[in-house]
Antibody, heavy 120, light 107 residues
């Protein structure tokens, strides 16, 4: 059974970079059939797609965040990562990693999510 | 970006009731519409993709319909485990965008 697990600091200071990693188990991140994405949800609010990456390193980013986002992949560790720079309190959210089929933009497997708070 | 709206924003219902949630896209999206269920403290769960195709393991009391700009999610007979928040999401173009959610709680 495919599982995704987010990891990283739960507290980040304003203006710093938020860094999270998603570890995939029960399947290969190098499958040609899937993209791997990040989605966030501010407390009590809705869902926002951040970006997605293919095992080859090809990426798609949400234009609203593109200037601050980098998503990378490490196939040897079956992991992909999110960096979000220059964070503010508005970036406080639960961050989820998720899978979607190649160029099919619905998310069928999700991690449990990790809360990241931006505060000094 | 394609904007998604949902109605109602919340509803109260009883076990055994049938309910319908509506989702509208700001432009034509064909049948590229997906539905998720989210319970408190949990990740969203994919229920329906392609407007009407049930994800594996989803009970048949859930159904989806619509195309173009207007879509519905129907639960034919609410069960205790169905009380949750439901989100629609368009997958017609990037960025994929979600509706604001419909919270279904117990009357």
């Amino acid at each position: 059974q495919l599982q995704l697990q987010e990891s990283g600091p739960g507290l980040v200071k304003p203006s710093e970079t938020l860094s999270l990693t998603c570890t995939v188990s029960g399947g290969s991140i190098s499958s040609s059939s899937y993209y791997w994405g990040w989605i966030r949800q501010p407390p009590g609010k809705g869902l926002e797609w951040i970006g997605s990456i293919y095992y080859s390193g090809s990426t798609y980013y949400n234009p609203s965040l593109k200037s601050r986002v980098t998503i990378s992949v490490d196939t040897s560790k079956n992991q992909f990562s999110l960096n979000l720079s220059s964070v503010t309190a508005a970036d406080t959210a639960v961050y989820y990693c998720a899978r979607h089929e190649f160029l099919e933009w619905f998310f069928d497997y999700w991690g449990q999510g990790t809360l990241v708070t931006v505060s000094s | 970006d394609i904007q998604m709206t949902q109605s109602p924003s919340s509803l109260s219902a009883s076990v055994g009731d049938g309910i319908t949630i509506t989702c509208r896209a700001s432009q034509h999206i064909g049948n590229y519409l997906n539905w998720y269920q989210q319970k408190p403290g949990k990740a969203p769960k994919l229920l329906i993709y392609g407007a009407s195709t049930l994800q594996n393991g989803v009970p048949s009391r859930f159904s989806g319909s619509g195309s173009g700009t207007d879509f519905t999610l129907t639960i034919s007979s609410l069960q205790p485990e169905d009380f949750a928040t439901y989100y629609c999401q368009q997958s017609s173009s990037t960025p994929p965008t979600f509706g604001p959610g419909t919270k279904v709680d117990i009357k």
